[in-house]
């Protein structure tokens, strides 16, 4: 099999979901704020309370889902289920326990079956973004052929 590897400006983007916990959600903010720039260039979903304050403070356009707990993150576990989504920016407070917490551990098991990089704090989301400027992820575009 043999893959195109030609691609325009406009195939170049990737669907990125953004999903904060509520102790998370300024960190998510402030990261989006930082590297709007590169975000601003791709496909972002989010789930609703995360979206509106990131689209308020950076004026990006985010499609935006119901909140995690009334079913936000199960709307994006299906994208990501469809291979619909390239990468998971999912900033969690792992100290604080959750009552949908067995669906956030489904959105991360989705993440391994379909090969899709996930970031569960700063850390690694800033690890990932400069690998997505700099043309690392570009796999994903050619093993989905869009």
Known sequence: ??????????????????????????????????????????????????GKLISEATGLNIKRFLSGPQ??????????????IDLLLFFRDPLTTKTHECNEMNLLRLCDVHNIPVATNIATAEVLIHGLERGDLDWRIIANQR
């Open 71 to 84: 079913g936000g993150d199960q709307q994006i576990a299906s994208l990501i289920a469809c291979n619909e």
């Open 1 to 50: 099999m043999t893959y195109n590897t030609e691609f325009t400006e406009e195939e170049l983007f990737m669907n990125i979901a953004l999903i904060a916990h509520d102790s998370k959600k300024e960190l998510m903010v402030q990261f989006c704020i930082a590297y709007c720039g590169i975000l601003s260039r791709h496909n972002l979903c989010s789930t609703g309370t995360t």
